[in-house]
Structure formats: C-alpha cells, structure tokens
C-alpha cells in the first residue's frame, strides 16, 4: 500500500520546482510584449465569414499612433479600480501586465476614466497563464447599455458575447467553440458602431451583430465592470497593452 504520507510530502516539494519556471516564463513574455507588440486588429475577417469585409485598417505602427490611447501604463494600477466580487484573486501591475490572479469566481479590473458609448474601438492582448476558464472577458458600452466579449468560457471553449436578447454566450446563436491554449497571447479589438458591434479574436472576426435586431445587456457576475472592464473566471489571466480610440 502506498504511504500518502510519502505522496503528499513529494507533491508539495515537487510542486514549487515545477510553478517557478513557468511564473518566470510569464513574466518575461510581459516585457517583451512591451516593445514588440502594438495594437492593430484583424486586418481581414476570416474567409468563411459571410459579412462585410473590415474597413480600412492600418499597421500595428500606424494604428498605435493613429489616435489610440493607452488606458494601462504597464506599471500601476493607476486609471483603474479592483471590483469586489467576493472571492477575487489578486489584482496587479508588473512587468508591463496586468495580472489578474486566479480567486474563487470572478477576478477583474475596471477602467476609471472617461469611456466613449457609440463610435470606438477598444484593443488589448491576452494570455491565459493558468486555469481552465475564460481568462479574459471584455465589458463595454454599446450606447446605453453594456456587453461582454467572454473568450474561453463555460469551461474554456466557448467564445461569444453575453447577453443578446437575454442569452448569455453559453445559449445565444452567435458564439463560437474554439479551445484556448495556455501561455499563447492573444489579441483582441472590439468595435462598436452605431451601425452594429464587432469582435475578433487575433484575425478573426468572431462576432458581427447589427444593433438594431438585438437587445444587449450583461451577467450579474461582471456588473462591477461597467462601463468598460476585464474580468477572469477561477483563472489567472494576464492582460497587456489595453488601449482605446474613437472612430470618425
């Protein structure tokens, strides 16, 4: 019979050895997204969508300096509040992230500052450095009323927004499948029109949804993130380059 005495002494020494190379790994990835990566959404929507192609876009370059404005300085919290969801994880600035640690529910961050309702885009990267839930959903005005952009959720494999006509992303038509994988970045731009609202993820369009056919509102779970916010469920998911313009 095996000692679980033994077992339990080993897995908590072996667990840590294991943790730190790939805390280190994360970490690093946040500085060098600092200088490499700059802000530009899906160029073109994927060939198998069966909508209007993107309007005109830009260079990652380009669109960083083509009236975009950076919302997180990569090393305060600054411009953001924590929201108290009861059970939340850890909620820091470091290394040009946002880090917002795995807690018993919901975990998040929400922006302070003054947010456009009609005629904006809102672009930040992703990346999912441990659970198995949606490591980023992305809370924000659609005129009056918010949406949420829920990537990897309902057990990591849904992506879709919530609510549309009282159906969250689980139960709407409008959400996709697709499995995440840990410690990759992801990009993701979000743009409302008066016209409709649109999502991608990487180059992607996941979502396109005229305004005018649908009711928009938001889970209980992230009303703490209005107007515009980013929350994790029971994963640590890590945030960089968070940044906003307004459309002519």
Request: net charge negative; charged share 25%; with cysteine.
């Amino acid at each position: 019979m095996v000692n679980r005495t033994v077992v339990s002494r080993f897995a908590s020494t072996l667990l840590p050895v294991l943790t730190l190379p790939l805390l280190a790994l994360t970490l690093a990835s946040c500085d060098q997204g600092k200088e490499k990566s700059t802000p530009g959404p899906a160029t073109q929507p994927a060939a198998t969508q069966p909508v209007a192609k993107t309007p005109a876009t830009h260079s990652a370059t380009e669109r960083l300096a083509d009236g975009w404005e950076a919302l997180f300085d990569g090393r305060t919290l600054t411009g953001w509040k924590v929201p108290k969801f009861g059970g939340e994880g850890k909620v820091h600035a470091k290394d040009g992230c946002l880090h917002l640690e795995m807690g018993e529910m919901c975990t998040g961050a929400t922006y302070t500052g003054v947010v456009p309702r009609e005629d904006y885009e809102v672009y930040l990267e992703f990346m999912r450095a441990d659970g198995t839930d949606f490591p980023c959903a992305l809370t924000f005005p659609v005129g009056k009323d918010p949406l949420t952009f829920v990537i990897g959720g309902w057990g990591g494999s849904i992506i879709g927004v919530s609510c549309i006509d009282g159906y969250d992303a689980s139960d709407n038509p409008f959400s996709k499948f697709s499995e995440l994988k840990d410690k990759k970045w992801y990009k993701v731009l979000v743009r409302v029109t008066k016209e409709k609202v649109e999502c991608y993820l990487d180059d992607e369009r996941m979502i396109d949804i005229p305004r005018a056919e649908h009711k928009f509102s938001i889970r209980p779970e992230v009303e703490e993130c209005v107007p515009l916010g980013i929350a994790t469920w029971r994963t640590y998911g890590v945030i960089r380059n968070i940044r906003l313009r307004t459309l002519e």
